[in-house]
């Protein structure tokens, strides 16, 4: 099996032919990383889907509030991504401090970022007396764009690679040793990206799924849960967390809470469905 994979590395996808650079641009007394931009990227484009979002009858916030959420998502997604990462993929940080401020080095978890965006929705929500979870939905739509962004410059860094594959599509990346592997930053982006978005964006604009609280972003986390858990099954896991005792890898065991709530917030939507009114106006519009 392994000869078969080393020969068929001959005729694999050399990552270092693809003229992939994880600096974007270098002015010398700085350099600008895609994965950075991938981050602006996202929290840019997603801002400007959420305004389309709010501007459809009954939407929980004013544009005003989407301006003030931008601001706390920015914070929830660094500093959760960035804690997460430290504590569940490398702990050994914690033992100089000053190294989990250096995010500029990479490292973060998407399901701390997801934890610290709830966290700025909350304290959103409570501050201007808002439905935390309709909030939620709304900004659930956004996410895709970011992952996908996110997964792609995972792809240009050479970084999270998957496991050896003999498949015709296989990739040999410089960092990850002379055998072609499963491109699986690029089955994430589709994954997490284009189909998680499409399903979302039907749902948002073809169903009454927004009138429904917890049903979008309930959505997101068994549409998400499941694109992680499965591709997981093919990605290369984290040093040191090849083999948990329990059978999973790091990521796959931290999307069994995601895909517990998803179907938690989906079977229990209707039953909260309620009398919706927009932001400006009395007249209900569901």
Request: proline share 5%; with cysteine; net charge neutral.
């Amino acid at each position: 099996m392994i000869l078969s994979i080393a020969a068929d590395a001959v005729s694999a996808f050399h990552f270092d032919s693809l003229g992939l650079s994880p600096i974007a641009l270098d002015l010398g007394f700085l350099q600008i990383r895609w994965y950075s931009l991938a981050y602006i990227a996202g929290i840019l484009i997603g801002w400007w889907y959420l305004m389309k979002l709010l501007d459809r009858p009954g939407a929980p916030m004013a544009r005003r509030h989407a301006d003030d959420l931008v601001f706390y998502a920015t914070l929830g997604i660094l500093l959760g991504g960035r804690l997460a990462y430290v504590t569940f993929y490398r702990p050994e940080i914690w033992a100089t401090p000053l190294e989990v401020l250096k995010l500029w080095e990479g490292g973060m978890s998407f399901h701390g970022g997801v934890i610290g965006v709830s966290l700025g929705i909350i304290y959103l929500a409570r501050k201007n007396g808002l439905n935390w979870l309709r909030i939620h939905d709304y900004v659930a739509c956004c996410v895709p764009f970011g992952l996908f962004f996110g997964r792609l410059a995972n792809f240009v860094n050479g970084e999270l690679w998957g496991r050896v594959t003999d498949v015709p599509w296989g990739v040999v990346f410089p960092l990850a040793g002379d055998l072609p592997r499963h491109p699986s930053q690029l089955y994430e982006a589709g994954l997490e990206g284009l189909v998680l978005f499409s399903v979302m964006a039907w749902m948002f604009w073809k169903t009454d799924a927004r009138y429904q609280p917890g049903k979008l972003v309930g959505t997101f986390l068994l549409g998400y849960g499941l694109s992680r858990f499965t591709v997981e099954l093919v990605r290369a896991p984290d040093a040191g967390l090849e083999h948990l005792w329990w059978g999973l890898t790091m990521g796959q065991t931290l999307t069994v809470p995601m895909l517990i709530g998803g179907i938690y917030l989906i079977l229990t939507a209707k039953g909260r469905r309620q009398r919706v009114e927009p932001i400006a106006g009395s007249e209900s519009v569901a």
